[in-house]
C-alpha cells in the first residue's frame, strides 16, 4: 500500500464517484478523441500495453472494447472496487497492481508500455512531487510511447467574487440546479483570498466552502440550500466528501513548460459545448525518449 498520498481522503471518495460527472470526470467526447489514437497505434502494433493511472470506468470501457492489454495502477483498491461496479465492459486482459503514482518504475519496471492513460491524475500530486511523477511516466513508457491525459486546469478569463455569485443566484435559482452550471459558477471564484494559492498551485475546495458559508450567512441563506444549490455536490457541504482536498493545478503555460523536458504536446483537445468544459483539457504526450 503506498505511503503518504497527497489528497488521501480520497480513500472515501469511491461512495460519490457515480453521482458525479464531466467535466469532473471523462466526457464521451473526450474518451472518442483518445480512442481515435489508440486505434491508430493499433492498427501498427497488435500488442499494445497500456497503464491506466487509476480505475476511471469511461477509459476501462474504451479498452475493453478494444481489447487492450491493459494494467491499472491505482494506490486504493476501495476505489477500484467501486469502480468495478460501474464498468459495462469487463476486459480479460485486464490487471490491478496496488501502487504509488510516484514509484511507477520501481512497482512496473521500465519500458513497459506503449501508452499511459489517465483522467488528470496530475492533479491528486503535490505540485512539488510533478518532476517525479513525469520522470517515472518516461521510464515506464516505450521509446516514442505516448501519454494521454486530462488535465484539469484554470486557463480560462472568467472570473468572479462571491458577491457577484450569490447576486447571480438571486438572479437564476434554476440555472443553479445545474451540476455543471454550478461547477462553472464555483470554479470562476478562483481569485478569492486563499481559493487557489500559488505555494501549491492548488483550488482549496475548502476555501470554497468557507466563502460560501460564511458570506450564507450573511445573505440569511441556510446550510441545506447551499449544500443543495450552490455547492459542487448535494450532500457535502460539511466536506463529507470533498473535504480539504486539493486539486493541484497550476496554469497551463506552467505544465506544458513543465512537461516538455520529457514530452512533446502531440495533441491538445478543447470541448466547447458547455462553459464547464473550459476547466478541462485532453491532452496526448508523447514522449522524448529515443531508446
Ligand atoms: C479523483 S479519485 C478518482 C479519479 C480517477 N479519475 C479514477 O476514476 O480513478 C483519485 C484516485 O486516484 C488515486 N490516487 C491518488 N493519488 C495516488 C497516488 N499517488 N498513487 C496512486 N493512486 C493515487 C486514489 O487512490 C483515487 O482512487
Not at 232 to 244: H, K, M, P, R, T
Amino acid at each position: 500500500m503506498a505511503k503518504k498520498l497527497y489528497n488521501s481522503l480520497w480513500f472515501q471518495f469511491w461512495k460519490i464517484w457515480n453521482k458525479i460527472g464531466p467535466p469532473w470526470r471523462p466526457s464521451v467526447k473526450e474518451i472518442k478523441w483518445w480512442e481515435k489514437k489508440i486505434v491508430e497505434l493499433n492498427k501498427s502494433n497488435k500488442n499494445l500495453k497500456a497503464l491506466v493511472l487509476g480505475s476511471t470506468p469511461e477509459i476501462r470501457d474504451m479498452l475493453a472494447k478494444n481489447k487492450i492489454d491493459t494494467t491499472l495502477l491505482d494506490a486504493n483498491q476501495s476505489m477500484y472496487e467501486a469502480m468495478n461496479k460501474l464498468i459495462k465492459k469487463k476486459n480479460n486482459r485486464e490487471k490491478l497492481v496496488v501502487g504509488n503514482w510516484l514509484e511507477m518504475e520501481k512497482v512496473l519496471g521500465e519500458n513497459r508500455f506503449d501508452f499511459v492513460i489517465g483522467d488528470a491524475p496530475h492533479c491528486n500530486l503535490a505540485y512539488k512531487t510533478w518532476p517525479r511523477f513525469f520522470d517515472g511516466l518516461y521510464n515506464v513508457l516505450k521509446p516514442g510511447g505516448y501519454f494521454m491525459v486530462g488535465s484539469i486546469t484554470l486557463e480560462f478569463n472568467e472570473r468572479q467574487t462571491i458577491e457577484d455569485l450569490f447576486n447571480k443566484y438571486k438572479r437564476k435559482k434554476k440555472y443553479f440546479k445545474n451540476f455543471k452550471n454550478r461547477l462553472w459558477e464555483l470554479y470562476q471564484l478562483a481569485d478569492e483570498k486563499g481559493v487557489w494559492t500559488n505555494e501549491v498551485r492548488g483550488f482549496s475546495y475548502e476555501a470554497v466552502r468557507k466563502l460560501l458559508k460564511r458570506e450564507g450567512a450573511k445573505r440569511k441563506i441556510g446550510l441545506k440550500e447551499l449544500d443543495e444549490n450552490l455547492w459542487f455536490l448535494s450532500g457535502d457541504i460539511n466536506g463529507e466528501a470533498l473535504g480539504n482536498y486539493v486539486e493541484v493545478m497550476p496554469t497551463l503555460e506552467e505544465q506544458i513548460n513543465l512537461q516538455s523536458k520529457w514530452f512533446y504536446l502531440d495533441e491538445l483537445y478543447l470541448i466547447l459545448d458547455h462553459s464547464a468544459f473550459k476547466i478541462r483539457r485532453a491532452m496526448i504526450l508523447k514522449s522524448k525518449r529515443l531508446k
